[in-house]
């Protein structure tokens, strides 16, 4: 069912200095930039070829993932892993204890569905399974 | 020049613990089983669509990752991403100051060539870049 991965997310303290890197240094290109978790973070997708690089920068300053983020400039983050259709997947996640009964599928970019798997059971790696882009949303 | 994910690294603490949930609850076929870093540490790779999940064991009890690891039971490490030539790269990448003048290219799975981009270049994120795979190898 999982189709391949969607896309790396990486937290970053600051989208502009990382864009430095990631943009003009290793020449990517930004599809697009969004917020997420209900504002509290910007969304920054870069193009990278099969996927995409997502920049994730916390916009408050007592937002956990900066605690988590610690004394690193950034660091990788979550993986997106892309399947055909997330509602029926929640479904059989939910069977198998991967994620709580009550968990919401949350919007995620490109107008999609998404969930992250209870890290309980992914040996502590963040993972969000997400419906499957477009062939045209890949590269912009 | 960067053509997509190659891989997504995880460093485990435990491969057969870790199997579990990537071959037996998420369903990834386990593609092969290998050592790197001069054999201190087991590399497993599992199909994952478009790219590869490659899980990292520490095979001494001194390995720096270990100690990287902490307390997590696993926790995502590096990214490789594929390009078509990295001779040619590491080149371009020398002359950027995005690798070190003497980095040698090592050997990594599949019989292809690597280069680790210098972390402080990358805002601390471990980014291997990596000869891209042919289509067969990508799913075994």
Redesign the interface.
């Given at each position: 069912?999982?189709?391949?991965?969607d896309h790396?997310a990486?937290v970053?303290r600051d989208t502009e200095?990382?864009l430095r890197?990631w943009r003009d240094?290793?020449?990517?290109e930004v599809l697009f930039t969004t917020s997420g978790q209900g504002g509290t973070v910007a969304l920054t997708n870069l193009a990278?070829?099969?996927?995409h690089l997502q920049l994730v920068e916390p916009l408050a300053e007592d937002h956990p993932l900066l605690a988590w983020l610690g004394e690193?400039?950034?660091?990788?983050?979550?993986?997106g892993?892309?399947v055909g259709d997330v509602s029926a997947y929640r479904a059989r996640a939910v069977a198998?204890g991967?994620v709580d009964a009550e968990a919401p599928l949350i919007a995620a970019t490109l107008g999609r569905r998404a969930i992250f798997l209870d890290p309980t059971?992914?040996?502590?790696?963040?993972i969000e399974i997400i419906d499957q882009m477009g062939e045209r949303d890949r590269t912009g």
């Open positions: 069912m999982l189709s391949g991965v790396v990486i970053v200095e990382a890197f240094t290793l020449g990517l990278l070829g099969n996927s690193r400039e950034s660091a990788l983050h979550h993986l892993i892309a198998e991967l059971r992914t040996g502590e790696v963040v």
